[in-house]
């Protein structure tokens, strides 16, 4: 065990705890400021605007949330490597593009009242959890 973490823990058992933790504290009014909340993500896609300095807005946004699920998906292969299952199970070959991870953020969004007013990480690992459960 690394001497980074207590031996009692194992990474994933910290990663869940963690991810518990997001969801028990992101309380839904401050979430409702949060730049980052699915609903601000999801709005600022739809609008498909441009910005003062010419980026498209959609384009931006939408690739911020392939990289947030990119970052996902790196810890979650790295809890993978050290505990023998990761926090997901996609499929060996599944490569996840930006519209994938736009679109799973709605669906995951529809079915749960409320949920969109919560930080989009947290979100986004969550339904990665649910679409991809690890048997």
Same mark, same amino acid.
């Not at 990663?15 to 997001?22: C, H, I």
């Given at each position: ?13 910290? *990663?869940?705890? !963690?991810?518990?933790?997001?969801? &028990?504290?992101s309380?839904? @009014? $401050? ?27 959609k ?10 699920? *990119?970052?996902? !998906?790196?810890a979650?292969?790295? &809890?993978?490597?050290?505990? @023998? $299952?990761?926090?997901?199970?996609p ?45």
């Amino acid at each position: 065990m690394s001497k980074r973490f207590p031996s009692i823990f194992s990474f994933s058992k910290l *990663a869940v705890v !963690a991810v518990a933790a997001m969801v &028990v504290f992101s309380h839904p @009014g $401050v979430a409702e400021e949060d730049v980052q909340s699915v609903q601000k993500i999801l709005q600022s896609i739809d609008k498909g605007e441009g910005i003062d300095s010419g980026f498209d807005l959609k384009y931006v946004v939408t690739n911020y949330v392939a990289g947030v699920g *990119a970052g996902i !998906a790196r810890a979650n292969g790295m &809890v993978k490597i050290k505990d @023998g $299952v990761g926090l997901y199970c996609p499929p060996d070959k599944l490569v996840m593009i930006a519209d994938q991870y736009v679109a799973m953020l709605r669906k995951f969004v529809a079915t749960i009242p409320g949920m969109e007013q919560h930080d989009m990480g947290t979100i986004l690992l969550i339904a990665l959890m649910e679409t991809f459960p690890c048997e």
